[in-house]
T-cell receptor
Framework: AQSVTQLGSHVSVSEGALVLLRCNYS??????LFWYVQYPNQGLQLLLKYTSAATLVKGINGFEAEFKKSETSFHLTKPSAHMSDAAEYFCAVSVPNTGNQFYFGTGTSLTVIP | NAGVTQTPKFQVLKTGQSMTLQCAQD?????MSWYRQDPGMGLRLIHYSVGAGITDQGEVPNGYNVSRSTTEDFPLRLLSAAPSQTSVYFCASSYSRGPLHFGNGTRLTVT
């Protein structure tokens, strides 16, 4: 079975500070990993994805994530938070050859303090 | 290019009523799926399809039916609405091994 754990349902950072959102996964086979962002009353938008190429993945809006197999982690970072980064962030895993089923974490709500 | 289109955006139902949530995509994706989003629970898979004529159950399928007669459309039917089905519903599509592309959601309230 696959599962995704996001530590911290709410994270607050000051504008300009480092953003770190944590994601750990469990999977019996090498998974594909994704981060999505959701702004209020909108659908989910892809931030970045890991599909077994480079372990450090760069995404949109200055975000990046590093796949660490030994730690089964895929934490999301951004060096300097901007007010527009305030949103809900979801980590997700999909397992190849399973009908492209995705398993989502419970989400982390990011607040940026001016 | 519209992407994934969901209708309606909002719906209020009484317990026991039935309805269909519509989903259409114009990207020729073979995979389509329905998720529900509830506070503190992330997104949970209801049903999915790997191609026209092929559907399967996800994590929380009870009370919902789907069919996939064309590549473009993947409607979700609520057979007899219950308050526990109050949620935000998202349709998504993708290529094999690709990221999901989401619609903007349908907010359903069952009273």
């Amino acid at each position: 079975a696959q599962s995704v754990t996001q530590l911290g349902s709410h994270v607050s950072v000051s504008e300009g500070a480092l953003v770190l959102l944590r994601c750990n996964y469990s999977s019996s086979v090498p998974p594909y990993l994704f981060w999505y962002v959701q702004y209020p009353n909108q659908g989910l938008q892809l931030l970045l994805k890991y599909t077994s190429a480079a372990t450090l993945v760069k995404g949109i809006n200055g975000f990046e994530a590093e796949f660490k197999k030994s730690e089964t982690s895929f934490h999301l970072t951004k060096p300097s938070a901007h007010m527009s980064d305030a949103a809900e962030y979801f980590c997700a895993v999909s397992v190849p050859n399973t009908g492209n089923q995705f398993y989502f974490g419970t989400g982390t709500s990011l607040t940026v303090i001016p | 290019n519209a992407g994934v289109t969901q209708t309606p955006k909002f719906q209020v139902l009484k317990t026991g009523q039935s309805m269909t949530l519509q989903c259409a995509q114009d990207m020729n994706h073979e995979y389509m799926s329905w998720y529900r989003q509830d506070p503190g629970m992330g997104l949970r898979l209801i049903h999915y399809s790997v191609g026209a004529g092929i559907t399967d159950q996800g994590e929380v399928p009870n009370g919902y039916n789907v069919s996939r007669s064309t590549t473009e459309d993947f409607p979700l039917r609520l057979l007899s609405a219950a308050p526990s089905q109050t949620s935000v519903y998202f349709c998504a599509s993708s290529y094999s091994r690709g990221p999901l592309h989401f619609g903007n959601g349908t907010r359903l309230t069952v009273t």
